[in-house]
């Protein structure tokens, strides 16, 4: 039988026992490297003043999915970042520590040493539309993004008859100019309640130099291949640049996909580079927010040039 007294001995022993147990655990080994990715981030300056308060919520190892176009890549980490705001944003990093993706809330303009954004662009979203057959079908990446390109230009009064319809009706009109496929969403990129719609970089470059022309705006429209000083050149002489690339889908970052965005940053972090982009499938908590991916995801640009 134990008396109360000594009861009371005990659990003070248990406790004093236990404490510096508690004081030394650490932290697990993704969590640690979260936080070094966090702290890259704040100083190549893309953590910006309302978000001073961020920190790592939340990381779990991602098994990834093949899809009819992305073949099954190596497992990755996945970190859900907060604020005293609410959600702020996320990370995503390979196992051997390279950082691959990552956003953060509110950040639409950078100008550091390391990095650079242009502020802007229109953040124009996917919306369903209808298929030939009545069924609900995505607008699409390729003209979605397109439409943003357009918008951006025409809020500039030497570009102003470039523009004048609302968003999606801009989104229309580009997407009448292409060929369009009809994909059904076999994976569940859009939960399974429109088909997707896909297009070619090269059929947009002709569709907005097309409308450019119709409209009577001076641009030029070409083609290229993924160059770094190429894209930050563009980017200096504020010119946004459309781009087709490779990424995870956030919501479900398990699957990848062929993407078609606008890119508007470029940026240097711990010695590896990202681009920046206005994503049109993916709708941050404050809507225009950056998205950042590697730059070996990058593919094709589609370069929009004002003539004067």
Not at 159 to 166: D, I, V, Y
Not at 203 to 218: F, M, N, T, Y
Not at 223 to 229: H, I, M, T
């Amino acid at each position: 039988m134990i008396l109360p007294a000594m009861r009371t001995i005990l659990r003070a022993s248990l406790f004093v026992i236990a404490a510096p147990l508690l004081v030394c655990a650490e932290p697990k080994r993704e969590v640690v490297q979260a936080e070094s990715h966090l702290s890259a981030l704040r100083s190549a300056g893309l953590v910006h003043k309302a978000l001073e308060s961020v920190e790592v919520a939340k990381v779990r190892r991602v098994e990834t999915q093949p899809t009819r176009w992305v073949r099954q890549e190596p497992p990755f980490w996945w970190a859900e970042l907060r604020s005293s705001n609410g959600s702020a944003g996320y990370l995503a990093w390979m196992e051997n520590g390279r950082l691959i993706d990552f956003s953060l809330e509110g950040l639409r303009e950078v100008i550091s040493p390391q990095a650079f954004a242009l502020a802007g662009v229109p953040p124009i979203q996917q919306f369903p539309m209808k298929a030939p057959d009545g069924s609900a079908v995505a607008s699409g990446c390729v003209p979605t993004a397109g439409a943003s390109l357009i918008a951006f230009w025409s809020a500039r009064p030497s570009a102003a008859a470039w523009g004048g319809l609302e968003a999606q009706d801009l989104v229309r009109r580009l997407r009448r100019r292409m060929r369009m496929e009809v994909i059904p969403d076999l994976e569940g990129y859009a939960d399974g309640k429109m088909s997707l719609a896909g297009a070619f970089p090269d059929d947009l470059a002709k569709a907005i130099q097309a409308d450019a022309d119709e409209r009577g705006v001076d641009f030029d429209v070409a083609l290229s291949g993924y160059d770094r000083q190429l894209l930050g050149a563009e980017l200096s002489a504020g010119r946004p640049v459309l781009i087709s690339c490779v990424v995870l889908l956030p919501r479900k970052p398990e699957l990848s996909w062929g993407h078609q965005v606008v890119a508007v940053g470029r940026a240097e972090v711990g010695g590896d580079h990202y681009v920046g982009v206005i994503d049109n499938f993916f709708n941050p908590r404050i809507s225009g927010s950056i998205r950042w991916i590697a730059e070996d995801r990058v593919g094709q640009l589609v370069l929009v040039r004002p003539r004067r």
